[in-house]
């Protein structure tokens, strides 16, 4: 999460789905769906597609049905990866504007009616900002804003913990530029 600040503005840009990570994997899943379906199609038709593997030697029932699924499956799920990149969802921004008085959170969601979740609140409403830390096997670094009436709004994203220094450093900024307090230290 990065942030910019103004006198006036302090807004936060949020990571989404466009993760080093997700990448990585959408890559590799598109890969390896490939080879496996390549592989069951060169089974079936004793041509081989793969520069590599000579797979017209396989029995196509059961090795080259069971290749085949294991292919499209992996290009069923490497496509929902790359759509899920390509809107970037969980993605969005926190902006704090002292000049309106608002708090304003947007994050991207799947295509539809709703692509988009925007929440918006009244400096008033804010109670506090809370930072919650857990350690150990599922580690947990995570900012929220406590709006009166509404519970606690996650500000960081889903996934790869955030530094330690880093969120402690997020959390004291917000509630600095709030003026409320900073709870969970």
Do not use: C
Not at 25 to 34: F, N, R
Not at 93 to 112: V, W, Y
């Amino acid at each position: 999460m990065t942030s910019s600040v103004s006198s006036q503005v302090l807004r936060q840009s949020v990571l989404g789905s466009r993760r080093p990570s997700n990448y990585f994997w959408a890559v590799v899943i598109s890969m390896g769906g490939l080879g496996f379906f390549l592989s069951a199609l060169s089974s079936y038709t004793k041509v081989n597609f793969l520069p590599f593997s000579d797979p017209t030697q396989l029995v196509f029932i059961p090795q080259g049905i069971a290749m085949g699924f294991y292919g499209i499956a992996a290009i069923v799920l490497s496509t929902y990866l790359w759509l899920v990149i390509i809107w970037d969802v969980g993605g969005g921004f926190n902006e704090f504007n002292a000049k309106t008085q608002t708090a304003t959170i947007l994050r991207h969601g799947f295509p539809g009616n709703d692509r988009q979740v925007e929440l918006v609140y009244n400096f008033d409403q804010i109670q506090a900002v809370r930072i919650e830390i857990k350690e150990g096997l599922n580690p947990k670094r995570a900012l929220y804003l406590k709006v009166r009436n509404k519970g606690e709004i996650p500000l960081t994203r889903i996934g790869q913990p955030l530094p330690l220094s880093q969120i402690e450093n997020q959390g004291a900024e917000l509630a600095r530029f709030l003026r409320v307090p900073l709870e969970g230290l």
